[in-house]
């Protein structure tokens, strides 16, 4: 079964910088598209950057140019650098398969809160 353990979450300044990682056990996770969701107090999960097996990566509109979402398959994890964080990207973030790309989605890990003060 797998199981996903996101880390790095704390709390920052407006314009900081944070490095989430997501450690993945399970076969089969070198080709599987992975992604980083969030989710902000009162507001559904949304998925905000994803990378196939191949390292094609996507973003949503709201974190293009400021977030970095990489993979290395030898350690199985999967990594969100976060830069110019301001106080909407407060939330709690996790990481999973990317159904879009024909991955079922796993069981959810505890996932790690990001805050941004003013």
């Known amino acids: 079964q797998v199981r996903l353990v996101e880390t790095g979450g704390g709390l920052v300044q407006t314009g900081g910088s944070l490095r989430l990682s997501c450690a993945a056990s399970?076969?089969?996770?070198?080709?599987?598209?992975m992604a980083w969701y969030r989710q902000a107090p009162g507001k559904q999960r949304e998925l905000v950057a994803s990378?196939?097996?191949?390292?094609?990566?996507n973003y949503v509109a709201s974190v293009k140019g400021r977030f970095t979402i990489s993979r290395d398959n030898a350690k199985n994890a999967v990594y969100l650098q976060m830069n110019k964080l301001n106080p909407e990207d407060t939330a709690v973030y996790y990481c999973?398969?990317?159904?879009?790309?024909?991955?079922?989605?796993?069981?959810w890990g505890q996932g790690t809160q990001v805050t941004v003060s003013s």
């Open positions: 999973n398969t990317d159904p879009s790309k024909g991955w079922s989605l796993v069981s």
């Open positions: 399970g076969s089969a996770f070198e080709i599987a598209a």
């Open positions: 990378i196939t097996g191949g390292g094609t990566t």
